[in-house]
């Protein structure tokens, strides 16, 4: 027969629950404020003040905890570009029929890869967050699929080359553009696409941007320090710059290599 609890073991438990909420519902408030900040620069406001001048240290020992959560730093991760031990971690949370999605791909994601992840300052993660139904479901599994043969950011960039939506993403045009892309083995991937795996790996990533309170594409966290949208060069520059300065005063995350 199990033990039973002891009162003590219960309060504490319910406790650490308490504390996961309270810092979920922080973090979806702080996601919900960076959507309405990107919506505002997007529609031609000015963009909102740093948040640096802001924050006291309990939130950004939250922002510090959440990056430790969600940066996965995984050896060999076909899904991430950068150095496994970079000071600053981007987790993008996307769907493939995103318009700003794409453009984030097309007109910032290259130069914050020339600029901070050349440069092992800055390390990318992508996260396959899927909202808009079964035809981005299989552009994601795609995506994982190409992965698997060392393509993903190859199929990733040519999914994004345009705005694909409904039939673009019917399975023989996905297989259309693995081939393009550089996929080898193409009875590899569409085997990989429908496997038990791929639906485990979107399953994951769906549920860690649930977990955080995503509500829209693209979703950033910049060293666990919420983006939303597809916001300007200079504010990601700028995020990552801080996330930078930041870690100078912190211990180096483990491991390297790309």
């Known amino acids: 027969m199990p033990k039973t609890a002891s009162p003590a073991r219960k309060l504490a438990a319910v406790g650490a629950v308490l504390a996961l909420v309270v810092a979920v519902i922080a973090i979806g408030v702080a996601i919900a404020k ?30 510090d ?8 730093r995984a050896d060999g ?11 600053v971690v981007l987790v993008e949370y996307a769907d ?9 791909t097309r007109e910032t994601q290259p130069e914050l890869i020339k600029k901070y992840v050349d440069a092992g300052t800055l390390r990318i993660e992508f996260r396959n967050f899927t909202v808009f139904g079964a035809d981005s479901e299989r552009a994601a599994r ?13 199929l990733h960039d040519a ?31 569409r085997a ?15 549920d860690e941007g649930y977990q955080l309170g995503v509500q829209s594409t693209p979703s950033f966290l910049v060293n666990g320090r919420p983006v939303a949208g597809a916001q300007p060069l200079a504010v990601f520059s700028q995020a990552i710059e801080e996330a930078a300065r930041t ?3 912190q211990p180096a995350a483990k491991g390297g290599g790309k």
């Open 65 to 72: 905890d959440l990056a430790k959560r969600t940066s996965r």
């Open 77 to 87: 991760d076909p899904l991430a570009v950068g150095e496994k031990n970079a000071p």
């Open 142 to 154: 795609a995506s994982w699929a190409a992965g698997q043969q060392g393509k993903f950011w190859q």
């Open 247 to 249: 870690a100078k005063h």
């Open 159 to 189: 999914l994004y080359a345009k705005t694909r939506k409904g039939a673009a993403l019917a399975e023989d045009k996905l297989v259309g553009l693995a081939r393009s892309s550089g996929v080898d083995d193409l009875d590899k991937f």
């Open 96 to 104: 493939y029929q995103c318009s700003f999605c794409g453009r984030f």
């Open 192 to 206: 990989d696409m429908k496997s038990a795996d791929a639906a485990k790996a979107l399953k994951k990533d769906q």
């Open 34 to 63: 960076s959507a309405q900040s990107g919506r505002d620069t997007e529609s031609g406001a000015a963009p909102a003040a740093s948040p640096e001048a802001e924050e006291d240290p309990a939130q950004q020992k939250m922002f």
